[in-house]
T-cell receptor, first 115, second 116 residues
Framework: AQSVTQLDSHVSVSEGTPVLLRCNYS??????LFWYVQHPNKGLQLLLK??????LVKGINGFEAEFKKSETSFHLTKPSAHMSDAAEYFC?????????????FGKGTKLSVKP | KAGVTQTPRYLIKTRGQQVTLSCSPI?????VSWYQQTPGQGLQFLFE???????NKGNFPGRFSGRQFSNSRSEMNVSTLELGDSALYLC???????????????FGPGTRLTVT
């Protein structure tokens, strides 16, 4: 069965400093991996996705993630945090029709950005 | 292009009642998936509809059901509501069958259901 683990439930950074949100996955297949962001009282917005092309994936708003098969990781990074980045971030693996449904979500990481 | 819309945005119901939530996908999208989001369980997949047929289902009781119309709009119904059904219900649409592809899903703002 596929699963995804977000290693930190809460990350706090200062504005202008780097952001690192960690995600490990478990998959029997060649997975598709996504990062979504959810601002308070809003739906989810896709930040970026990995689908077996380039291992370094660039997304919106300056975010990027690197797929590392040997480490089964897909960590999300941003060089310099902005106040507007404060939100909850979800790492997601596509189950491709397995028993758990089509998207398997991590528990989420809440990112706080201090001025 | 308009995004995914969900109605209503907020609902308050009492235990034992039933509720119907509506989702209109992005124009041209044929797949609609439903998710339940709660603080305790996080985001959980309910079901996916494609071309008016349920193609995939999560681990929820039969009180949760859905349907999709020929214009791809979808409804979700929950019967005999329980307190634990209080949640944010999210709808997502994609071009193709999300379960079998890497199509990204576009989410609506959700319907906040409170059961008292």
């Amino acid at each position: 069965a596929q699963s995804v683990t977000q290693l930190d439930s809460h990350v706090s950074v200062s504005e202008g400093t780097p952001v690192l949100l960690r995600c490990n996955y478990s998959s029997s297949y060649s997975p598709s991996l996504f990062w979504y962001v959810q601002h308070p009282n809003k739906g989810l917005q896709l930040l970026l996705k990995y689908t077996s092309a380039a291992t370094l994936v660039k997304g919106i708003n300056g975010f990027e993630a690197e797929f590392k098969k040997s480490e089964t990781s897909f960590h999300l990074t941003k060089p310099s945090a902005h106040m507007s980045d404060a939100a909850e971030y979800f790492c997601v693996v596509s189950d491709h029709g397995g028993s758990q449904g089509n998207l398997i979500f991590g528990k989420g990481t809440k990112l706080s950005v201090k001025p | 292009k308009a995004g995914v819309t969900q109605t209503p945005r907020y609902l308050i119901k009492t235990r034992g009642q039933q509720v119907t939530l509506s989702c209109s996908p992005i124009s041209g999208h044929r797949s609609v998936s439903w998710y339940q989001q709660t603080p305790g369980q996080g985001l959980q997949f309910l079901f996916e509809y494609f071309s008016e047929t349920q193609r995939n289902k999560g681990n929820f009781p039969g009180r949760f059901s859905g349907r999709q119309f020929s214009n791809s709009r979808s409804e979700m119904n929950v019967s005999t509501l329980e307190l634990g059904d209080s949640a944010l219900y999210l709808c997502a649409s994609s071009h193709g069958l999300a379960a079998k592809s890497s199509y990204e899903q576009y989410f609506g703002p959700g319907t906040r259901l409170t059961v008292t």
